[in-house]
């Protein structure tokens, strides 16, 4: 394999005496869709606070197309694990935020996300607020802010975890749809085995804390994936694996 | 869609919860009315309401003559809190530390009572605009900058991860983040600081002022006026919620998104 996208090794984190991410080391290829998949608790989202730059590793390494990740340089468009929309903007601006961070204007940044919101589901409600829009969409919007910012990879904390499960099943439909026609490179954290199964190519599978990586798990299925015997198998088995794995009771 | 609720209704709903207030506000004035017609207590004393009203009616001239400095006092003080508390709540905000260096101070401002600061104050300041000024701004800057310090405390964690994770610098976080959420607390601090501006105002001029509603107060009750002092009162209450209404409608004029969800400021 080349160089890979991101590659993380013997990354560890502690807070205090909490011992939360031990030596933990993932590949990302470019392209790719991995999962890390964790219970809750296991550091997932430290991870992503150690990618963005709100948290420093203890030790390891971080590197980026094989160099190592610069404080003021950060490839990452990512999505927090709840959906952040600001209450206060309408749904076109929560999505150019990251374009105005940028320094792009407001209506070139609109001009920019404006074609994008039929794909996103969300046509007529651009001027709409937050708060009028259903879990899903608001998801949707989160993620069309996401992409917008065109950085080289995604960074996606849970990005279903707060929707109910029917809807949660058709935003993970949606989601794959959309990967398949962008072939984003991305980095999705779950503790929902079946979300990492139907979207990933390889999913990380992390001890509970402090986290590492007990296993890695390649899916070979063909897209678009539905859930089946295939699907199952999958699930099954690293299911097996998350109870069997030696864990630290408290 | 469910979220915006019929204008109609919402009429409805404001007059199904001001009745109560309404018909407890008017038994209590009524039973004043009779109490101060029937038991023959001299209206030096006790005068009835329709009396306040009559003789405030006459006096309106000389009133009005003596609320507009009252007015200015109060939102010129009103103006300078509002913005001193803005600086230093950014100030705070910015350099932690000294939010443990100052807000001691402010407390221990709290704690002054204004019956002895007033006079002092006039003492030092003369019987100007200024010291009127600062005796509102005093009374009302405290819990402007509470709201304001706690309202950027309030923003959400993820937001601010996730607009540092685009790169912006503290300050365009503080903009584009902390401050917008501090909105709600901003205008709930808002509220409670109006309802002392007038009072404070007024207290002002009680300790020395050429005009103004506290010297037209403190002479109807030199004068054996009460039913003048309770005309004046009931100037200054009016004052308070025409002000109080008026920190309501620019919340929601500037905070649109409010009306939407049905959800009100904290
Ligand atoms: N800033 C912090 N200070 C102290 N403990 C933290 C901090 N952030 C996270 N933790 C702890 O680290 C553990 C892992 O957190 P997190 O990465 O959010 O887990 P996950 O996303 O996998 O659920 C949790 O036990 C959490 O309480
Ligand atoms: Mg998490």
């Not at chain 2, 006459?58 to 009133?63: D, F, P, V, Y």
Request: hydrophobic share 50%; net charge positive; charged share 15%.
């Amino acid at each position: 394999m080349s160089v890979a996208r991101l590659e993380l090794r013997g990354i560890a984190k502690a807070f205090g005496d909490l011992q939360v991410l031990g030596e933990l080391s993932i590949a990302v290829g470019k392209g790719e869709f991995v999962s890390v998949l964790g219970p809750s608790g296991s550091g997932k989202s430290t991870i992503f606070k150690l990618l963005t730059g709100a948290l420093r590793p203890d030790t390891g390494a971080m590197l980026f197309d094989g160099a190592p990740l610069q404080p003021d340089h950060r490839p990452f468009a990512f999505m927090p694990q709840r959906d952040a929309l600001m209450d206060w903007r309408r749904i076109i601006d929560n999505t150019t935020l990251g374009l105005e961070v940028q320094g792009i204007g407001r209506t070139a940044a609109r001009r920019r996300v404006a074609p994008l919101f039929a794909e996103f589901g969300l046509s007529g409600f651009e001027h709409h607020y937050p708060a009028q829009l259903s879990g899903g969409m608001r998801q949707r919007a989160a993620l069309l802010r996401t992409v917008v910012q065109d950085k080289d990879m995604l960074l996606l904390d849970e990005p279903f975890g707060a929707l109910d499960a029917l809807t949660r099943a058709d935003m993970q439909r949606w989601l794959e749809t959309m990967w398949s026609r962008h072939g984003w490179t991305t980095l999705l954290v779950t503790h929902d085995v079946r979300e990492a199964v139907l979207l990933s190519d390889r999913i990380y599978v992390l001890s509970a804390r402090p986290g590492r990586v007990i296993a890695e798990v390649a899916v070979p299925l063909p897209r678009p994936r539905r859930t089946g015997a295939a699907v199952a198998a999958i699930e099954a088995g690293i299911l097996d694996l998350l109870l069997s794995a030696p864990t630290q009771r408290t | 869609m469910p979220f915006i609720r019929p204008v109609a209704g919402r009429a409805a709903t404001a007059f199904s919860r001001l009745w109560p207030a309404l018909l407890s506000v008017g038994g209590l004035f009524l039973l004043w009315e009779a109490y101060a017609q029937l038991s023959g207590i001299p209206p030096t004393t006790l005068p009835a309401p329709s009396r306040v009203l009559m003789q405030g009616a006459l006096q309106h001239r000389a009133l009005w003559d003596n609320t507009l400095p009252t007015l200015t006092a109060t939102l010129l003080g009103f103006a300078c809190s509002v913005s001193a508390a803005f600086a230093l709540s950014v100030l705070i905000d910015f350099f932690r530390p000294l939010r443990r260096a100052l807000l001691p101070v402010f407390v221990i401002s709290q704690t002054l009572p204004m019956i002895a600061i007033a006079p002092l104050v006039v003492l030092w300041f003369g019987f100007g605009l200024a010291p009127k000024i600062m005796l509102v701004a005093l009374v009302t800057f405290f819990p402007m900058l509470i709201a304001l310090v706690q309202g950027y405390a309030a923003t959400a964690d993820e937001i601010e991860q996730l607009v540092a994770s685009m790169g912006a610098p503290r300050w365009r976080i503080f903009l584009i983040a902390r401050l917008p959420s501090a909105l709600p607390f901003f205008f709930a601090g808002l509220r409670i600081s109006i309802t002392y501006a007038v009072v404070g105002a007024i207290f002002s001029e009680y300790a020395g002022a050429a005009k103004g509603l506290g010297i037209y107060i403190l002479n109807a009750k030199n004068n054996f006026r009460p039913d003048l002092v309770l005309a004046a009162v009931t100037v200054s209450a009016t004052l308070t919620l025409l002000l109080f209404g008026a920190t309501v409608l620019i919340q929601r004029l500037s905070m649109p998104w409010l009306r939407l969800s049905g959800s009100e400021s904290p």
